[in-house]
C-alpha cells in the first residue's frame, strides 16, 4: 500500500511569491490534514477535510492560504504572496475513520522564503 | 498555556540502555497518539491509546486517563530510536493537540 504522497520535497522562494504544495492521501482515507511544523516546533493544524468538506479552517490564515480538496482524495494548499514567517516543513497526513483515526504522515515539503 | 505538556525536552542516552518519555494532559482526552519523526523528518505513528497500555517491541506505552499522563518507555534503545518524539491528545472535536517534542539521541 503507497503512503501519502507529498510534492514538491523542498521549496524556495523570494516573499511575495506564490507557493502551491499536493498530497495523495492513501486510498481509501476520508480524512486529510494540512500541518505547519516550524524548526524545532510540534506540528500546528491549519485545516482539515473529511471527503472533499473543509471541517476546521480556523487556524488557516485565509488572507494568503487557501486548501482545497475538490474530489475528496488529492488535496492542494496554496500560499498566495508568501512571507519569511512562512518558512516551515508543511506535513500531509491523512487516516481513515474506521482505523481509529491514526494519523500518517507524508514525507513533508520544506518550504523557505528569504 | 502547555494543554499537553512533554518531559523532558531533550534526553541523551547510550545505546543498550532504557527510557521513559512522559506526557501531562490539562485538556480531557479520549485518546492519546504518539509519534517519531526521524532525522530526516518522516513522521511514523508509534501508538494509538485508548485507557490502557500497548507494546511493540522494545516500545511500550501507557494511557493513564484518570491521572491525565502518558508515558512511552524505550527498551534497550537502538541508534534508530534517534529523533524526536510527541504526543498528541485527541480532544472531544476529534482534532489532536501536540505536545512540543522530546528530542533523543541515542550515542553508541
Known amino acids: 500500500e503507497a503512503g501519502v504522497t507529498q510534492s514538491p520535497r523542498y521549496a524556495v522562494l523570494q516573499e511575495g511569491q506564490a507557493v502551491s504544495f499536493w498530497c495523495d492521501p492513501i486510498s481509501g482515507h476520508d480524512t486529510l490534514y494540512w500541518y505547519q511544523q516550524p524548526r524545532d516546533q510540534g506540528p500546528q493544524l491549519l485545516v482539515y477535510?473529511?471527503?472533499?468538506?473543509?471541517?476546521?479552517n480556523s487556524q488557516l490564515p485565509s488572507d494568503r492560504f487557501s486548501a482545497v480538496r475538490p474530489k475528496g482524495t488529492n488535496s492542494t494548499l496554496k500560499i498566495q504572496s508568501a512571507k519569511q514567517g512562512d518558512t516551515a516543513t508543511y506535513l500531509c497526513a491523512s487516516s481513515f475513520d474506521w482505523d481509529q483515526n491514526t494519523l500518517y504522515f507524508g514525507a513533508g515539503t520544506r518550504l523557505s522564503v528569504l | 498555556g502547555d494543554q499537553v505538556k512533554q518531559s523532558p525536552s531533550a534526553l541523551s542516552l547510550q545505546e543498550g540502555t532504557n527510557s521513559a518519555l512522559r506526557c501531562n494532559f490539562s485538556i480531557a482526552t479520549t485518546t492519546v497518539q504518539w509519534f517519531l519523526q526521524n532525522p530526516r523528518g518522516s513522521l511514523m505513528n508509534l501508538f494509538y491509546?485508548?485507557?490502557?497500555?500497548k507494546e511493540n517491541g522494545r516500545l511500550k506505552s501507557t494511557f493513564n486517563s484518570k491521572e491525565s499522563y502518558s508515558t512511552l518507555h524505550i527498551r534497550d534503545a537502538q541508534l534508530e530510536d534517534s529523533g524526536t518524539y510527541f504526543c498528541?491528545?485527541?480532544?472531544?472535536?476529534?482534532?489532536?493537540?501536540w505536545g512540543s517534542g522530546t528530542k533523543l539521541i541515542i550515542k553508541p
Open positions: 477535510f473529511r471527503d472533499e468538506a473543509v471541517i476546521d
Open positions: 498528541a491528545a485527541e480532544e472531544s472535536n476529534y482534532q489532536l493537540i
Open positions: 491509546l485508548v485507557p490502557g497500555t
